[in-house]
């Protein structure tokens, strides 16, 4: 067996792939962040993310198709993203009113009530921008890429691809996790909430096939939690949103200084993510369980071979 080369299918292995995907990703993402783009430095992050992106999924992985990577534009995509921007703006609503009535968060004020403030709606509309770039494109590196590429590479001895896509979902779930692992005001909580985050973004891919859900969640999960109702979002603090909260009580109940994902709280909020989203799916008509796609190995589902060999 060819240590770097999976000879049957005439490309670098899986481990490879994954290892200098990881090395030079997350540093294009830091770079992309470190220019001073007055704000939209977020784009010109996305753009380099799905640059490095496609020049790995198309030349490195050998795929000729875009649809294992979740991402063919057509009409159900756009719809789902919506569905998935709906579902996280409630759940986050909901927080934010169970701890307005549970007074462990307080309203000082609003936006457009501050002084010296000539308008908050552009600095809302580019946070706007900024968290549907960090969606998008922390969505294609640790579930359309990590994840697909981790199936694929576990997909071994006596472990088949729906196995292999679950044991996937744990892995990239962790790799999601120690991303955020330098972030301000961490907690033991708010990684083990970070994972859970994880795997609740890789739920809908691995239904659907689609990154819609999942990308439409990870912005409005960040902006409404940030932008809208005032919180920390995993520790960072957002200036411009829209209500201007201070946030009381228990740590280990709201999250504090890391925000309600440091908290039960938003582990709470997670899981009635996870079961909301999962519920608008199957209402779609989708059949509950591992999509198709990911039931294929790369030789099956680029039609290199038959699928049942």
């Known amino acids: 067996m060819h240590p770097v080369i999976n000879e049957s ?8 792939r994954i290892v200098v995907y990881i090395i030079l990703a997350f540093p294009i993402v830091i770079l992309g962040n470190s220019f001073s783009l007055g704000g939209y430095e977020f784009i010109f992050t996305g753009l380099l993310s799905f640059g490095f992106f496609w020049v790995m999924y198309r030349f490195i992985d050998h795929r000729a198709s875009i649809d294992i990577a979740g991402l063919k534009p057509e009409k159900i995509w756009f719809k789902e993203c919506s569905l998935g921007v709906l579902i996280a703006a409630f759940v986050m609503g909901l927080i934010f009113g169970v701890q307005v009535l549970l007074d462990t ?30 969606g ?12 697909t590429n981790l199936k694929e590479g576990c997909t071994i001895g006596g472990i088949d691809t729906q196995k292999a896509t679950i044991i996937a979902v744990i892995f990239s779930s962790n790799i999601f996790s120690i991303a955020h692992g330098f972030n301000p005001n961490l907690t033991g909580l708010a990684l083990v909430n970070i994972i859970l985050a994880g795997v609740m973004l890789a739920v809908p891919y691995i239904i659907t096939g689609r990154l819609a859900f999942s990308v439409g969640i990870h912005f409005a999960w960040n ?4 932008g809208v109702f005032g919180f920390r979002v995993s520790g960072i603090s957002i200036h411009g949103s829209l209500i201007n909260i201070q946030q009381v009580g228990e740590p280990l109940w709201t999250g504090s200084t890391f925000g309600p994902e440091g908290g039960l709280i938003g582990t709470l909020g997670l899981f009635l993510l996870m079961g909301l989203n999962v519920y608008v799916i199957k209402k779609s008509g989708t059949l509950i369980g591992i999509h ?10 680029e039609g290199l071979t038959k699928e049942n060999e």
């Open 9 to 16: 299918e005439h490309r670098v292995r899986a481990g490879i």
């Open 105 to 134: 968060v307080q309203v000082v004020g609003f936006s457009w009530n501050q002084p010296g403030t000539s308008s908050w709606i552009y600095p809302l509309f580019l946070l706007f921008i900024q968290m549907l770039c960090v």
């Open 136 to 147: 998008f494109y922390e969505e294609l590196i640790t579930r359309s890429y990590l994840l």
């Open 223 to 226: 902006f409404f939690q940030g």
């Open 292 to 301: 198709s796609n990911f039931k294929k190995t790369f030789l099956q589902f």
